[in-house]
């Protein structure tokens, strides 16, 4: 499976790395992991069941035995519908809390590079460059100001009719980022071969033209 080729498209919470994943495995023909969706399964699944977030080994192994699927944009567990509840500002906190418990990790990565199959891989997360991916033909570290992040993800959920403070949500990911950052396995960073790509005043399709570029520069990719 090495000579797969996997693009790895990391960064910080709302930087816009899985709207970009997913635009450019379409483009490509290529496979799409969302890295971060396993995270907020496991965490999901963990507070159906009753475990406590804390509870490292008890996590670890409903992670290592969840059935997870992803098919036509919808993510299912067990027969359960997943794909709403995942996507809640709980779900993200919950799947920041337990991803940096090392044998929930560890339950995950098998997992996580099963996705590498032909003709290709774009893998999104935090850590897919540096731990997960770390041979990747081409590997991007997307970012963006906090402010920003939270004014994107506060329209976003405006959009969807949602009462949020954009007070709050900058809170949240200030926070987040702290935890990913400082946390003592895979911690969020560029990996030292990555192109950083700084979004704060990027619209995605220039972002999107950058990535392609960068791709056909490496041969991973030619226009019709």
Not at 150 to 155: F, G, L, M, V
């Amino acid at each position: 499976m090495t000579d797969i080729p996997v693009i790895t498209i990391d960064g910080p919470s709302g930087s816009g790395k899985g709207t970009l994943a997913k635009v450019i495995a379409d483009t490509l023909g290529w496979h799409l992991l969302d890295s971060g969706a396993l995270y907020r399964i496991v965490g999901a699944m963990s507070v159906r069941r009753g475990i406590q977030l804390e509870d490292e080994a008890a996590v670890a192994e409903l992670a290592a035995s969840l059935p997870i699927s992803f098919a036509d944009d919808r993510v299912t567990v067990s027969g359960l519908d997943l794909t709403d509840e995942i996507r809640t500002e709980d779900a993200g906190e919950n799947a920041s809390k337990v991803a940096h418990l090392p044998a929930v990790r560890a339950a995950v990565l098998d997992l996580q590079r099963s996705f590498r199959k032909a003709p290709g891989l774009v893998a999104d997360g935090r850590d897919m460059g540096t731990v997960v991916f770390t041979q990747a033909a081409l590997k991007i570290f997307l970012d963006a100001s906090a402010e920003v992040r939270a004014e994107r993800r506060y329209k976003q959920l405006k959009n969807k009719g949602l009462s949020v403070s954009l007070r709050g949500l900058l809170e949240q990911i200030q926070e987040r980022d702290a935890r990913d950052r400082g946390r003592a396995i895979a911690p969020l960073k560029p990996a030292e071969d990555a192109i950083v790509l700084d979004s704060t005043n990027m619209t995605i399709e220039m972002v999107v033209e950058q990535v392609l570029s960068h791709a056909q520069n490496l041969g991973l990719w030619q226009p019709e």
